[in-house]
């Protein structure tokens, strides 16, 4: 027995079926333009050739993925295992981060963990932009080498609790966010982060002293003032080394990052202990930093290394390099363990790119 329909219902049911056959006689074509891109890109594929990424040039393709913080896990204040041999083997990716597609093409390392671009891919999701492209193609495959965007940001470290206090710290002390900061805007902040909770405390000379020693470390070009994203990654930096256990610390080093570690202990003193002045200086051997040329290049690097007299940081490391020759007084030793935990916050604060020393070590 059929089913009595009313004169609107049949309308409706005639228009539901007409627009049914035309969605899928507009889909055709598409379907027929994406089976042929993926057949190119098999065969290339088949025969070694790669896959170019403007192929797989589709919008969904390339929307920047939704950031999840991390969250600390239940045992991440345990030692964690990093002996100093055997020596880790460093293999980076096969596959570009964002396209997800293998290519003959030359790819773009980061030097802080094994992921791997093209830089068609880094412009498409805005992540270099202008002059700044021709410089990491340069770097990226140098010993300097390159950060990618998600190392390049220490405030991606940040769970979402620690970053609720931090937003709760620049809200309190009245900073605007996304603005550049002067000496004057820095030092007013260090004075009313201190007294937060307590109204009594307040930055002492020394401190005062110190922290306009590290607005300087922030500001290497002495432009006056800092740009936003070094002021945050200090600030995540200082949150990181007030709430973490150093063996909270040690599991966010990348494998690339604990190779260079073994590399500068191992070079120095005997391979089991070095002295104390030399862990110190590995301190400040991070951050070899290379300034911009040009002002319109965007991307500079940092580096672990010797660098030449006539390079641009030359100047203050000659006399960081002077505070931290060994005395008579300086007899302590430190072996591997105790090398790492002095090191690791530096190690981390050396991931940017920019030039600025987001946490200047002592001496």
Not at 98 to 105: G, K, L, R, S
Not at 200 to 209: G, N
Request: charged share 30%; proline share 6%.
């Amino acid at each position: 027995m059929g089913v009595l329909m009313s004169k609107r219902q049949t309308v409706e049911q005639v228009q539901k079926e007409v627009q049914e056959e035309k969605e899928t006689e507009a889909s055709i074509p598409v379907l027929q333009e994406e089976s042929s891109i993926y057949r190119v890109a098999w065969e290339r594929l088949r025969d070694g050739r790669g896959v170019e990424p403007e192929e797989f040039d589709r919008t969904s393709r390339f929307t920047p993925p939704a950031f999840i913080r991390p969250t600390r896990k239940l045992d991440d204040d345990k030692p964690p295992d990093i002996c100093l041999q055997p020596r880790e083997p460093v293999v980076n990716d096969e596959m570009c981060d964002v396209c997800e597609v293998w290519t003959a093409e030359s790819l773009f390392p980061c030097r802080v963990c094994t992921r791997v671009f093209h830089d068609g891919c880094l412009r498409r999701m805005g992540y270099i932009q202008g002059d700044s492209a021709a410089e990491v193609i340069e770097m990226a495959h140098t010993e300097t080498g390159w950060s990618c965007h998600y190392c390049d940001n220490l405030n991606l470290l940040l769970t979402e609790e620690e970053m609720y206090s931090l937003t709760e710290t620049f809200q309190q002390c009245k900073v605007i966010p996304d603005c550049s900061l002067t000496l004057e805007d820095f030092l007013r902040y260090r004075h009313q982060a201190a007294k937060r909770g307590d109204s009594d405390r307040a930055l002492s000379e020394e401190q005062e002293e110190q922290a306009a020693r590290q607005f300087a470390a922030l500001d290497p070009e002495h432009r006056g003032h800092i740009e936003w994203p070094d002021f945050l990654s200090h600030e995540s930096l200082l949150l990181l080394q007030q709430l973490r256990p150093q063996n909270s610390l040690l599991r966010l080093l990348t494998v690339k990052e604990r190779e260079r570690a073994r590399a500068t202990f191992l070079a120095q003193g005997n391979g089991s202990t070095i002295s104390e002045a030399e862990c110190r200086h590995a301190q400040h051997s991070w951050f070899r930093k290379s300034l911009p040329e040009t002002p319109s290049c965007s991307v500079s690097v940092s580096h672990v290394g010797p660098i030449a007299d006539s390079s641009p940081a030359s100047i203050s490391s000659k006399n960081q390099d002077k505070v931290l020759l060994p005395t008579e007084h300086e007899s302590r030793f430190v072996d591997w363990p105790a090398f790492l935990r002095e090191n690791v916050i530096y190690i981390l604060a050396a991931r940017p790119n920019s030039a600025a020393i987001h946490l200047k070590p002592p001496g």
